[in-house]
């Protein structure tokens, strides 16, 4: 089914990462364009974002959710890193349920 779209641009830091190269895997593009989002609003989560939750222990690289407000509206992105090669994986990218989330987006409502 297609390849995955690899994003040239500078270096991004993202806290305590540097994204030499983003590369939107497959599942991402399918995503994005099923939720109306487009590239730029994903980088933009990514150079402008926060941090909302880390996954450490995540394989086959740590990852991380970022919550940002391109456009003014909320776009969560899933985003892993490989440190040797200092590529950033963009796993997928949301509008983040506001049935699902609190309405600062940084933490899910109790159910």
């Not at 830091?13 to 599942?27: A, L, N, Q, Y």
């Not at 086959?60 to 959710?65: D, N």
């Amino acid at each position: 089914m297609g390849r995955n779209l690899d994003i040239k641009q500078d270096p991004i830091h993202v806290d305590d990462i540097v994204c030499g190269k983003i590369i939107f895997t497959r599942h991402a593009v399918q995503r994005m364009f099923e939720r109306g989002l487009v590239p730029e609003e994903v980088v933009f989560t990514i150079e402008s974002g926060e941090m909302v939750k880390d996954y450490p222990d995540d394989q086959p690289f740590p990852s991380r959710l970022l919550l940002g407000f391109p456009k003014g509206r909320p776009v969560h992105v899933v985003l892993s890193f490989d440190p040797l090669s200092r590529r950033c994986h963009v796993i997928t990218a949301y509008v983040p349920d506001k049935k699902i989330w609190n309405l600062d987006f940084r933490s899910r409502r109790q159910t």
